[in-house]
């Protein structure tokens, strides 16, 4: 617009030179111009203004359906109007921030129940027919939830039900009020079953799971807490850790308990303390020997990790793998294991003894294309055999991603590494899924080793056995800590056996000096081995 009232100046200095007739006068014509740009420049203006009322009012429409659908606003309770103050510009009138002061509201009435509910809708409907029609289906979830709502108190579907909110995505929280814990559960059972029934979209019918995490407090915690929402914030804070205990496994709805909540301030100082670990040696390798049940000899060293952390103690793998794991930071941790393990076996290999050892590799990795490449650099450094590394990866992980997995395990094959499937048994275990996958060896869950009192336990043990070795497979046994079980696997024919009745997991130096304690003998043209005596 500056432009073009610059152009008609010009314009106009041009015009204001003498003209060639001079009945025309040189101010009349800068007059004009002027007018005109004037002009150009109104023009414009209202073009802007009328976008820009257009807009508003498609705004206002937007608003005004969704507070149609959330808030309900004809029987509303006052807070419930109250919350359009609190409106979300993108989500609607309930926002995080009205549904803490409809708690808090409540709160100062009697016991309030605060639930975070998670449909898992948004995914296939997207992934089916696209984004538009995914936000069509959070529409027709608003307007169940906003009938519940709107619905008098001890009403079905849910009971006390008093608010609701979208979070973000799939994801809602609710507020019922005057119901004990048990009730409130029972109410929000109901509602979570409502939501469950199918939705059609687009002609497609869609049935998605509900998950719901539960938070109950009365009013005199609230007068005891923080004031304001803080202890209606509180409240949502725990559903919504309630709620990640119910995606993980179990029940559909986990109400809160104390427990749950210093599982999360653990996952979250695992989480940001693992960087830490790595550069100031809280992180180690400990080795789990294994030993040939038919000769007696360690054949090789189970990779585990360990971490001693400085406020939280000693950590177990099944804790922090799994947070590691979801941060994405997995891949760090195995680099480490890896390089630590080769390091110890070209020691082993230096001193005359050639063990393998054995790590594990999240499945996750197998999509990393640099990761055959990794494992090829971390050999060469060290200087050990591909032999010598066996590569385990679970059953669980290999089935449910076997596309990916196939041709990964091929490239680490060619390398020369040695590949086990770890957790045999806890997965879908067939000949069809073992079938075409390149690997060496089998590895019995220990749950099935600990269940061999019985002749069926020892029944599946056999048929993992013979399965195994009906491919060409070497078979391990994990978790081998009785004499009676040593006996029984040997009887089956089983290869390897592993576990506490051979040794505990050892750090390096600890298992060199284990090592060093057994009987040692010469192999004719091969470096030493080590017979286990009486252990095995």
């Known amino acids: 617009m500056v432009k073009a009232v610059l152009h008609h100046v010009r314009v106009a200095d041009q015009l204001s030179a003498p003209a060639a007739d001079p009945s025309v006068h040189p101010r009349v014509v800068l007059i004009v111009v002027l007018v005109v740009a004037l002009a150009t420049t109104l023009t414009v203006l209202a073009a802007a203004a009328l976008v820009a009322t257009s807009l508003l009012r498609r705004d206002g429409r937007r608003r005004t359906r969704d507070l149609r659908v959330f808030a309900a606003l004809g029987g509303a309770t006052p807070y419930q109007r109250a919350a359009v103050d609190d409106e979300d510009p993108v989500s609607g009138p309930l926002n995080r921030g009205g ?3 409809a708690a808090a509201a409540e709160l100062r009435a009697g016991p309030v129940a605060v639930a975070a509910l998670d449909l898992a809708l948004l995914g296939p409907v997207t992934s089916t027919l696209g984004v538009a029609p995914a936000e069509q289906t959070v529409e027709q979830v608003a307007e169940r939830l906003a009938g519940a709502c709107a619905s008098p108190a001890g009403v079905a579907p849910a009971a006390g039900l008093r608010a609701c909110a979208r979070m973000e995505g799939g994801t809602f929280a609710v507020v019922v009020s005057g119901l004990d814990e048990v009730c409130a559960g029972e109410s929000l059972e109901r509602l979570r079953a409502h939501l469950a029934c199918p939705y059609v979209v687009d002609g497609l019918t869609f049935a998605p799971s509900v998950t719901v995490g539960l938070a109950w407090g009365d009013g005199s915690a609230a007068a005891d807490g923080p004031a304001g929402t803080g202890f209606a914030a509180l409240l949502l804070a725990r ?55 038919a000769c007696s000899t360690v054949v090789g060293v189970e990779a585990l990790a360990r971490w001693e952390h400085p406020e939280l103690g000693a950590l177990p793998p099944d804790e922090f793998v799994p947070v590691l794991e979801a941060t994405g930071r997995v891949g760090a941790l195995t680099a480490f294991v890896l390089d630590e393990s080769l390091a110890e076996a070209r020691g082993w290999l230096d001193s005359g003894l050639r063990l393998g050892v054995a790590v594990n590799v999240p499945v996750a990795l197998l999509h990393d294309d640099s990761f055959p490449e990794a494992v090829a650099a971390a050999l060469e450094r060290h200087g050990v055999p591909a032999g010598l590394l066996t590569l385990e990866l679970t059953e669980s992980g290999v089935s449910s991603d076997r596309p990916a997995a196939v041709p990964a395990v091929r490239r680490l094959r ?35 080793v600990l269940d061999m009192d019985g002749e069926q336990g020892v029944a599946v043990v056999r048929a993992i056995v013979e399965m195994g070795h009906s491919l060409g497979l070497t078979v391990v046994a994990e978790g081998v800590e009785r004499t009676a079980e040593r006996d029984a696997l040997v009887a089956l024919g089983c290869d390897v056996a592993q576990g506490f009745l051979v040794s505990r997991p050892l750090p390096a130096g600890c298992l060199g000096r284990w090592l060093a304690s057994l009987d040692g003998e010469l192999l004719v043209g091969g470096p030493r081995t080590l017979r286990v005596g009486g252990a095995v």
Do not use: W
């Open 99 to 101: 549904l803490l002061s």
């Open 239 to 293: 559903a919504e850790v309630a709620l990640g205990v119910a995606r993980g496994s179990g029940p559909a709805l986990r109400t809160y308990d104390p427990g749950m909540g210093e599982r999360a301030d653990r996952r979250v100082a695992v989480a940001r303390g693992f960087t830490a670990a790595l550069a100031e040696g809280h992180l180690s390798v400990s080795f789990q020997p294994t030993v040939s049940l």
């Open 414 to 448: 060619r390398l020369g590494c040695r590949i086990a499937v770890d957790d045999f048994g806890t997965g879908q275990s067939s000949l069809a899924h073992l079938r075409g996958l390149p690997v060496d060896q089998l590895k019995i869950d220990k749950s099935f």
